[in-house]
């Protein structure tokens, strides 16, 4: 909760909205559905990536399409898809015993649904698909292997869910220019 609070646009949006350090409260929809806003998620995942896997050249705004196509940020997932990056616990699992991603406990489907633990899972699953097979992938497979698997990717195919992920990543679209050219998106 402190390195939220420490994040610069979730410090200015927080204090406009009278949150109290220490007792910060997820907002709901209209069915009592915990969600993150954009300025959160994208503070999840800049936090998660400085803190964890900041070798990676995945910028956070690719991470915040993923959850805004995967669960539509809210915080247990969507249509069995645990967490805000909808990763499963198998997937997570094997990321945390065979690949050594271990910065967060894993010991069952319900930790998934930490917004940190998710992005964590998530951020470490794009990195292994984005280098698939030993080679660079580009955005477009694995952004769909995210959602479908490496081996079901159809390179020749323009899927619906590419065209979600570019919609939501237009939402994250960074406001200023940064001398990163090597990043991934």
């Keep these: ?19 109290k350090q220490g007792k910060v ?22 936090i998660v990536l400085f803190k964890y896997l900041n070798t990676l050249k995945i910028k956070s705004r690719v991470l915040c399409a993923i959850a805004e196509v995967a669960s539509t940020r809210f915080v247990d997932g969507v249509e069995g898809r645990p967490g805000i990056m909808g990763i499963d616990y198998s997937t997570a699992f094997w990321l945390y015993l065979e690949l050594g991603h271990r910065a967060y406990k894993l010991e069952s489907a319900d930790d998934l649904n930490s917004p940190f633990v998710s992005m964590y899972f998530g951020a470490a699953y794009v990195a292994w698909l984005s280098e698939y097979e030993g080679r660079e992938r580009a955005p477009q497979f694995f952004v769909q292997a995210y959602f479908v ?23 994250y679209e960074e406001t200023k220019r940064s001398g990163d050219s090597c990043s991934i998106m």
């Design 1 to 19: 909760m402190e390195a939220m609070w420490n994040h610069p646009e979730i410090h200015k949006v927080w204090s406009k909205s009278k949150q």
């Design 25 to 46: 409260r997820f907002t709901h929809d209209e069915k009592k559905r915990p969600y993150l806003s954009r300025v959160e998620i994208k503070a999840v995942a800049d």
């Design 149 to 171: 698997g490496p081996k079901n990717v159809n390179p020749q195919d323009v899927s619906p869910l590419w065209l979600k992920f570019e919609e939501s990543l237009s939402k």
